[in-house]
């Protein structure tokens, strides 16, 4: 253990079943339901890093939230939020932040690795606390199934994943088209990304640093979370984590909601895949993510809004986009390498990650905020709504958790299956295996948590 935990900390790395936090559940902690007229008291984890600063103070603009607690392995991190919610409480511990101060807040905001989302996530849910999540809501497909079981024991509590961009009309739009079957039975997906393409964002050239000691800001043990003790390395905190494989989901993971969240919004029928194949570039790293990858991922349906029983999504990195040629679409450019493709009998549409819509049929464009019949969409604060949600005022959740579940699925086999280049996984959720490959259920689904920090049950 590095020399800067003192042993306060190390006892509550070793001895929380201690203090009431094996579980996540004490009977203190229950938050009360937040009376009209009151604030909603707001806890934020990862309070800076690439996105918690953004949570926090889109959050904290609403009127009528109060940062109640700041939480951050970084104390510098933490100094620098501090300053701006001088009452909020502090602490580096989330464990500590609901054993000793769970009655001072009633809602959680999680930016923090993807590695520590679902022990945080589901420690909050325990504490009947709201919870606004980043993506992907979880690291390992096992903690897939705890989410839903929790939700499923908390059904009153709001939650919203960390997926900004489904507010924007554009990609409203392109729901309600699709639900509506307005370009006729889906034929299959396609979506891809630009990531991992930023130097200061990933580790692109896996390179593996040698240990070294954390710098005194960074409480090292902490950050591991739930994962196995090792040394700290530069190239990991605080940024480029997504390249690891233990920490992170590489640019399929980090970007999944965002080009995917329609299809599963449109589409109800699109519970759980039945397979998965993912081709890589690159041969697998014990310690890295692969890229460039592309993955196909396969959904049983049987439903008159799908032209087969089998809905293909064909999702890609590192800016592999699809051949204009085989969609339909005339010779030209894609207006971004962040794209959504629907490719349906009575046309094609195409939305950019911003939410810049296009319907293409027999050549001709429409521009897709101009397509008949289309709602209107007001402007949408996609963190005031989740707020507002948990203050009992029923507007628009961009991305509950129940749709984010199934987002989370689609990047994370996508993501794991890069371990098995080019091998096609049968996956079977409902016993959290993949029914042809003994070794890639052995070695994909779930993970060893360190003791103090597995997620907690919610029952």
């Not at 920490?247 to 970007?255: E, F, T």
């Not at 962040?338 to 429409?366: K, Q, S, Y």
Request: with cysteine.
């Amino acid at each position: 253990m590095p020399a800067l935990i003192d042993r306060r900390r190390f006892l509550w790395a070793t001895g929380a079943a201690g203090l009431g936090l094996a579980t996540g559940v004490r009977s203190q902690t229950r938050a009360p339901a937040v009376a009209a007229n009151s604030k909603l008291r707001v806890l934020s984890i990862g309070v800076v890093g690439t996105i918690g600063g953004t949570d926090r103070t889109q959050v904290a603009a609403h009127p009528a939230v109060e940062i109640a607690g700041l939480c951050d392995v970084d104390s510098t991190a933490l100094s620098e939020a501090g300053r701006e919610h001088p009452a909020a409480f502090t602490c580096r511990d989330y464990r500590e932040a609901f054993a000793r101060h769970g009655d001072q807040f009633d809602a959680v905001i999680v930016s923090t690795p993807d590695h520590s989302h679902a022990p945080i996530l589901l420690t909050a849910l325990a504490n009947h606390k709201h919870v606004y999540g980043q993506k992907p809501l979880v690291h390992q497909l096992e903690e897939l199934v705890m989410l839903e079981k929790a939700m499923a024991a908390r059904p009153a509590l709001v939650t919203q994943v960390g997926n900004q961009r489904m507010a924007s009309a554009g990609r409203r739009a392109a729901v309600q088209i699709l639900r509506n079957g307005s370009l006729g039975k889906a034929i299959e997906a396609h979506a891809w990304v630009s990531s991992p393409n930023e130097r200061d964002y990933f580790n692109v050239d896996r390179v593996m640093g040698e240990p070294v000691t954390p710098p005194p800001h960074l409480d090292w043990n902490l950050w591991l979370c739930a994962c196995a003790e090792t040394p700290y390395r530069q190239g990991i905190a605080p940024v480029v984590w997504r390249s690891w494989w233990d920490y992170g989901s590489n640019g399929l993971g980090d970007w999944g909601c965002h080009v995917l969240d329609v299809l599963f919004h449109a589409y109800d029928e699109l519970q759980s895949p039945i397979a998965v194949q993912t081709h890589c570039v690159a041969s697998p790293n014990p310690q890295f993510h692969s890229h460039p990858c592309h993955s196909t991922l396969t959904y049983a349906v049987d439903s008159a809004k799908f032209s087969r029983k089998q809905f293909a999504i064909h999702y890609s990195d590192s800016a592999q986009a699809a051949s204009r040629a085989s969609l339909g679409l005339p010779p030209g450019k894609f207006p971004d390498s962040n794209m959504t493709v629907v490719v349906c009998e009575g046309g094609v549409l195409c939305l950019t990650a911003d939410g810049r819509l296009e319907i293409w049929r027999d050549g001709a464009m429409t521009a897709g905020l101009k397509m008949p019949g289309l709602s209107e969409f007001p402007r949408l604060n996609h963190w005031h709504a989740w707020v507002d949600n948990c203050l009992g005022k029923k507007t628009e959740l961009s991305s509950p958790f129940k749709d984010g579940i199934r987002m989370t699925e689609a990047t994370q086999l996508a993501v794991k299956a890069t371990r098995f280049s080019g091998e096609e996984l049968r996956w079977d959720k409902a016993t959290l295996s993949f029914t042809n490959h003994d070794e890639a259920t052995r070695t994909l689904v779930r993970r060893t948590y360190r003791d103090g920090f597995a997620p907690p049950p919610v029952t």
